[in-house]
């Protein structure tokens, strides 16, 4: 960085220069960053010291961005805002309101309404430089980034009119990989020299942690942390990535309020705890490869993904034998998450969800969710535990420390644990039979026993869990379903079978839950098949179950429909079936229904007959052709 800063001093202090000069790096890396907040404050000391010696007048030292500047005047006309914002604090806000305000008065007066005021307000370009000074620094930034209607070549020109025509010292910021070749030939005419950009990024992100919190840079740099942001790995896309500084910056601001809770009331960052150290080691690398994905676009809240359960397998996968692995299948979007950010340092991986969702939806953080979840993975959550679960939840950890003496009873407890019904989650019950089935030889007990203990678990998590929990977790277990071992798939086709049991049971007593409403309340029934109101967890609008219903009573219903009867159930036919998307099963509902309006009396004059008649009868015809 100290070279950059010296080159571009050189340049501003040399007075036979030939042309402007040019700053050239890539998105991201912190050219902009860098002139705002370390070479600017060095250029206003630098003109100080120039004045003070007698060597120069202190000059005007100008930024702009040219960022969707349309033609050459509009960047006139920005350094002239630039300048008086400058000089006397007025922004270009409160310049558009003056003009405003001095036009609308002379409408006032009859002589001046015919006069273009916004027009006659406008500077000229000429004017507005020479407005400058006789002497200036002007910085350019975003050249890569102008609107396409206005031509390279011809700001190039501009530039070239700056240093020749007003002696002014033009430095321009830009990414020249983005410039056509001709725009290239003709900036050779125009700069006088190209800095290459290439400093120190880690001195930039703890300048831009430091922004944040004062003790957020000691942290970047420690040991633990700045090798997650070190972009001289062998993945070069990750290389790319993390040269990126605003990507880094917004998983800083991301981080910065965690980083705040744990270290609030802390005044130097060595008496930081070793405890909270860790905690925020964890915390910062999922951050930052959350919020990595994030900005690239391959994570958002309407893209689905299973990160929440993307470790499972490889648990599975580092504690079998090689030869016992099942054949792998394509690497998944969760499989090269981890990869990349975890395995590449060798690190376990660990979700957060207040986190993930914390950068994806943003709200309120519950510190104290956060505080749990990674204190259980470092092992030092202090939660009183009953020891038969405590025992259950690091099993896994322990195993290589056991010895081959004590390995036997170990395995033998957390099976009789398990099968007491010692699991939280569908797929660890399925993540457990894999590890089981896989050392059953040092368990000492075969495939049959170790299956039955397992499904002994299976009923017990069963009975104590909701069914609504049950089938949240379903989807969970797809991610085994290609990556099992043969052993394990009778536990997994066991747990299927118990949730389509449990899902029978519940169809039935919503079957008798409809019965009820087609005889008593056929408004609530129909309100069950509304476009707008699904019945949660029982049917989709596609699945047929009306013919599951009492079809004799519906038949009987027929006889005793009301006026408002016959609408509601013309309405519910309607939406069901008249788009000609009617279900086989479904036919012999409809059937039951044409039943019961044929004993229908050519003798009855009432209104319900009517509607009968008129609404119910022809629609049930149209709908079973």
């Given at each position: 960085?100290?070279?950059i ?9 040399n ?7 040019q ?5 991201g890396?912190?050219?902009t ?5 370390v070479l600017?404050?060095i250029?206003e ?15 005007l030292?100008l ?26 604090g ?15 008065i002379?409408?006032?007066v ?7 005021w916004?027009?006659a ?8 430089l ?8 002007i910085?350019?930034d ?17 530039v070239?009119?700056?240093v ?18 001709n725009a ?5 005419k125009?700069?006088?020299k ?16 430091g922004k944040?919190?004062p003790?957020?840079p ?23 990535i993390l ?11 991301q ?6 809770n ?8 060595e ?10 080691c964890?915390?910062?690398r ?8 994030y900005?690239?676009?391959?994570i ?7 990160l ?39 690190e ?7 986190i ?11 510190f ?9 993975e ?8 009953d ?8 099993f896994f950890g322990?195993?290589?420390?056991f ?21 939280e ?8 039979a894999?590890?089981?089935f896989?050392?059953?030889d040092v ?15 299976i009923d017990?998590?069963f009975?104590?869990t ?13 991610i085994?379903s ?20 449990l ?15 087609f ?6 029934f129909?309100q ?11 049917y989709?609008q596609?699945?047929?179950i ?6 004799k009573?519906?038949e ?12 509601v159930?013309?309405?519910?036919l ?15 509902f ?17 209104l ?11 629609l049930?015809?149209?709908v079973?052709?």
């Amino acid at each position: 960085m100290e070279a950059i800063t010296q080159s571009i001093i050189e340049y501003l202090n040399n007075n036979h220069t030939l042309g402007a000069l040019q700053i050239d790096g890539p998105w991201g890396c912190g050219k902009t960053y860098y002139i705002k907040n370390v070479l600017l404050p060095i250029i206003e000391q630098n003109e100080i010291e120039r004045e003070k010696n007698a060597i120069h007048e202190k000059r005007l030292t100008l930024m702009i961005s040219l960022f969707g500047i349309k033609n050459i005047d509009e960047i006139s006309r920005q350094l002239l805002f630039a300048s008086t914002q400058s000089k006397f604090g007025l922004s270009q806000k409160r310049i558009d309101g003056i003009k405003k305000s001095f036009a609308n008065i002379a409408k006032c007066v009859p002589y001046l309404k015919e006069i273009d005021w916004d027009n006659a307000l406008q500077i000229p370009p000429s004017t507005c430089l020479k407005l400058l000074g006789d002497d200036a620094i002007i910085i350019l930034d975003d050249l890569e980034r102008l609107s396409k209607e206005i031509d390279v070549e011809d700001v190039l020109g501009f530039v070239n009119d700056l240093v020749e025509n007003y002696n002014f010292k033009v430095i321009l910021v830009s990414n020249q990989e983005h410039f056509e070749d001709n725009a290239l030939l003709f900036k050779e005419k125009v700069i006088d020299k190209t800095i290459p950009f290439e400093i120190d990024t880690s001195s930039i992100i703890k300048s831009i942690a430091g922004k944040f919190h004062p003790l957020l840079p000691a942290f970047i740099e420690s040991e633990y942390v700045v090798r997650y942001i070190n972009h001289n790995t062998p993945d070069q896309d990750q290389n790319k990535i993390l040269s990126n500084l605003r990507t880094i910056r917004f998983a800083i601001s991301q981080f910065y309020p965690f980083f705040d809770n744990y270290t609030k009331d802390i005044d130097k960052f060595e008496n930081i705890p070793s405890e909270i150290i860790k905690k925020l080691c964890v915390i910062w690398r999922f951050t930052l490869a959350i919020s990595i994905e994030y900005r690239l676009g391959h994570i958002s809240p309407d893209k689905s993904n299973d990160l929440e359960n993307a470790g499972m397998r490889f648990i599975f996968d580092r504690l079998v034998l090689d030869g016992d692995a099942p054949e792998k299948t394509e690497q998944t979007y969760e499989d090269k998450f981890i990869k990349r950010y975890y395995d590449a340092f060798e690190e376990s991986y660990l979700f957060i969800p207040e986190i993930y969702n914390y950068i994806l939806k943003g709200g309120v953080i519950d510190f104290a969710k956060v505080n749990e979840v990674v204190s259980k993975e470092l092992g030092i959550w202090e939660e009183p535990m009953d020891e038969d679960w405590a025992f259950v939840s690091k099993f896994f950890g322990r195993i290589s420390h056991f010895s081959d003496v004590e390995a036997p009873s170990q395995f033998i407890r957390y099976l009789d644990l398990i099968s007491k019904g010692y699991i939280e989650k569908l797929s660890e019950i399925i993540n457990s039979a894999n590890i089981l089935f896989c050392y059953k030889d040092v368990i000492g007990l075969n495939t049959t026993q170790i299956e039955n203990e397992i499904i002994k678990g299976i009923d017990a998590f069963f009975s104590k869990t909701d069914i609504e929990d049950i089938r949240n977790q379903e989807h969970h277990l797809d991610i085994f379903s290609g990556n099992i071992r043969e052993e394990a798939k009778p536990c997994l086709k066991y747990i299927y079978d118990k949730i389509k049991e449990l899902d029978n049971v519940k169809e039935r007593e919503y079957i008798e839950i409809l019965n009820e409403k087609f005889a008593h309340n056929l408004k609530a029934f129909a309100q069950e098949f509304s476009p707008s109101q699904v019945a949660p967890n029982v049917y989709f609008q596609q699945t047929p179950i009306l013919h599951l219903l009492n079809l004799k009573m519906v038949e009987e219903r027929m006889r005793t429909l009301t006026p408002e009867d016959c609408e509601v159930l013309y309405d519910m036919l309607y939406y069901r079936f008249e788009n000609g998307r009617i279900m086989q099963d479904e036919r012999a509902f409809v059937f039951a229904i044409q039943n019961g309006l044929k004993t229908l009396s050519d003798e009855d004059k009432t209104l319900s007959a009517h509607f009968k008649r008129l609404r119910l009868i022809p629609l049930v015809d149209k709908v079973l052709k």
